[in-house]
């Protein structure tokens, strides 16, 4: 059995992105060495086979923490938002497990080898999204002049799923953890503290973001051991990337242009890339001029 592993998750829908993401791990060697797990969120039957044929296992998602009907209404992928937390009862005997959403796919490896370091020692390796390329990372909202009513997704989610003001305060100003793409340990204490705090925002908030909004209290309240890792780990900001026509990769902004380990398609502003496998963006180079490009992942 092979050390460690990367999981991901995807129904019917998203299977096409699944499929690319699975296509742009097994192009690298190293791939060799670890497993790919899937978790099925609803995937039709022949999905199953062909992914069958690329991955080690594939194991159908539950409702590990229970959730009412009202807030399901039918979205089994939802089921993302809590079975992540539990990875390990899934599949176990791993000692370190990688998570990337399957609208994620892998660029270089590595940041594939930062997760799998930055996670030793018990720690959650992870990226924020907030980054010198991406511009603001909190809202103001300007009153009696220079004074200033500050909005935080970390402030406002956590008020919305239970939490208290105490522990919306403390993770209010941090810089916002995506739990797109995380690795942990077996062993690690996180995931039972994750448990916990998703139980509670699942009990009071949304199911959408709950999963994130645990995790960012896990590490900024309840103060577990956390490696940041660069925001090329798992960039966000499609609109910011930048394509090194030298050597034929997506690059980060500004200097040193380091190369973009993950380029996670999350968000609204990406719906119609992660919708359409054919659509064309526009793409700024190093060299400033604009290319049309795919941002999908091309086998």
């Known amino acids: 059995m092979k050390d460690n592993v990367i999981i991901s998750l995807a129904d019917a829908n998203y299977f096409d992105l699944l499929n690319e993401l699975i296509d742009s791990i097994k192009r690298f060697e190293e791939s060799k060495e670890i497993a790919i797990c899937i978790m ?13 044929k690329k991955v080690d296992q594939i194991k159908k998602a539950e409702w590990d923490i229970e959730v009412p009907d009202s807030k399901i209404k039918g979205k089994e992928w939802l089921k993302s938002q809590v079975s992540r937390a539990f990875l390990p009862n899934y599949f176990p005997g791993y000692k370190k497990y990688l998570w990337i959403d399957a609208d994620a796919w892998v660029n270089s490896w590595h940041s594939i080898e930062l997760y799998l370091k930055g996670c030793e020692n018990k720690k959650l390796a992870i990226a924020t999204s907030a980054d010198r390329s991406y511009g603001r990372v909190l809202r103001a909202e300007w009153v009696l002049g220079s004074f200033a009513r500050i909005k935080s997704q970390n402030y406002k989610h956590a008020k919305s799923s239970g939490f208290s003001e105490k522990i919306a305060r403390e993770v209010a100003l941090k810089p916002h953890l995506n739990i797109g793409v995380f690795s942990l340990q077996e062993d690690a204490p996180h995931w039972d503290v994750w448990q916990k705090n998703l139980k509670k925002a699942l009990s009071s908030g949304k199911i959408w973001g709950s999963e994130q909004i645990a995790m960012n209290v896990t590490i900024y309240s309840d103060k577990l051991d956390v490696e940041i890792l660069p925001a090329y780990c798992n960039w966000t900001l499609i ?53 049309e490009k795919s941002l999908r992942f091309r086998n």
Do not use: W
């Open 239 to 291: 609109e910011a990337l930048r394509y090194d026509k030298k050597n034929k990769t997506f690059v980060e902004t500004y200097l040193p242009n380091h190369e973009i380990g993950i380029i996670h398609l999350a968000g609204k502003n990406n719906d119609h890339i992660r919708n359409d496998k054919n659509f064309i963006s526009k793409v700024k180079t190093l060299e400033g001029d604009i290319i």
């Open 40 to 52: 099925d969120a609803g995937l039709k039957k022949e999905q199953i086979e062909i992914l069958g």
